[in-house]
């Protein structure tokens, strides 16, 4: 009943056409073929998917038995040698939405529903134990939560801006993470602009999931007022992810390294931010992605002619994940 209604949901919702108009025109130009594979995914709801990342502080051998029952099987095995077994992430080719977990007083959620893209940043950042680690915009907390099952860090600074988004924040980091861990970690509602004159030169590891034009929702904009208002608003996001950036760059301690993440396809807010931030910033370099890229290309589609220090992950029917922008920067 409840997959029948959310379905029925996803058909009744009905696609933008100023949306669609506008990536068209820009995404034709970007991406050239590629964009028409794309395009079909992202207007075809029914055809999209999750991953379930399974929560190593609530471990469940049923569920583990009854994902692989449902055709489910870990993903990222092997190729990636940093990743400690208790990282497990379940995906499959088939569409489908697995239910998500009700709030349960006094017990941790076994697992967490995501685009599996959405791992790849955190996979990049490759956190150890004992690092400083600062999640700029972190709700709803999802790469929070999947940062926490790669590593324990030392400190662990998570910050959103936007109040509301950020009780979103700890109210995740509540249902997944047991308290003797909560105690190590600092929420914040900070602009993330000013983080790094705060807390400058502090941080081993920083993540950037800035806000971004969300390709995949703005598809899904419920009026042309909205939609409108999206696409003039949109020039200014670069702007804003430059200056997130810089402040990034600033809260890092030379040596360490920062990754940068969007979910959009746009060129402006991906290539052409790192790209202005590497020719006005002498002390980052960039950092070499492609073997990662490379030990998961089984799971995901990657467009190609990119930088080695970036990918970008194309939506295609059977691994419809994405987009999602990666790109990895070292302080020096
Ligand atoms: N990392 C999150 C996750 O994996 O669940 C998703 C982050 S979302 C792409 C970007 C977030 O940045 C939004 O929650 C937004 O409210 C927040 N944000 C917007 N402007 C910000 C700012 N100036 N400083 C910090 N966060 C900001």
Redesign the pocket.
């Known amino acids: 009943g409840q997959l029948e209604s959310k379905t029925k949901g996803k058909l009744q919702k009905q696609i933008c056409r100023v949306i669609l108009d506008h990536f068209d025109k820009q995404y034709t130009a970007e991406l050239g073929n590629a964009w028409s594979s794309v395009r079909d995914v992202l207007t075809s709801p029914l055809c999209w998917q999750h991953s379930i990342l399974l929560n190593r502080f609530s471990p469940c051998t049923e569920l583990e038995n009854s994902l692989c029952v449902q055709g489910y099987h870990p993903a990222f095995q092997g190729g990636l040698p940093y990743l400690p077994a208790a990282f497990k992430c379940y995906i499959r080719r088939s569409p489908g939405r697995f239910p998500a977990q009700k709030h349960q007083a006094g017990k941790l959620k076994e697992y967490y529903l995501l685009n599996a893209a959405?791992l790849l940043p955190v996979l990049a950042l490759e956190v150890k134990d004992g690092e400083n680690v600062l999640?700029?915009?972190?709700?709803?907390?999802?790469?929070?939560v999947a940062i926490l099952q790669c590593a324990c860090p030392g400190q662990f600074h998570c910050?959103?801006?936007?109040d509301l988004?950020a009780r979103w924040l700890e109210e995740t980091i509540e249902s997944f993470i047991p308290q003797s861990l909560i105690n190590s970690i600092m929420v914040s509602k900070?602009?993330?602009?000013h983080i790094g004159d705060l807390k400058p030169e502090l941080y081993d590891k920083v993540?950037v999931?800035?806000?971004?034009s969300n390709d995949r929702s703005w598809l899904f904009s419920s009026d042309i007022h909205q939609a409108t208002l999206r696409v003039i608003q949109r020039k200014e996001l670069s702007c804003?992810q430059f200056q997130?950036l810089r402040s990034a760059i600033k809260a890092l301690r030379p040596g360490g390294s920062l990754v940068y993440s969007t979910?959009t396809l746009s060129k402006a807010e991906n290539s052409d931010v790192i790209n202005l931030i590497l020719n006005s910033c002498s002390n980052v370099m960039p950092v070499d992605i492609s073997e990662m890229g490379r030990a998961v290309s089984q799971e995901f589609t990657f467009l190609d002619g990119l930088q080695q220090h970036e990918l970008l992950v194309l939506p295609e029917r059977g691994r419809a994940w994405g987009p999602m922008y990666v790109a990895k920067l070292k302080k020096i």
């Open positions: 959405s999640d700029l915009c972190a709700a709803p907390g999802g790469k929070s910050n959103e801006y936007d988004r900070l602009d993330g602009r993540l999931d800035t806000p971004c804003l997130l979910c």
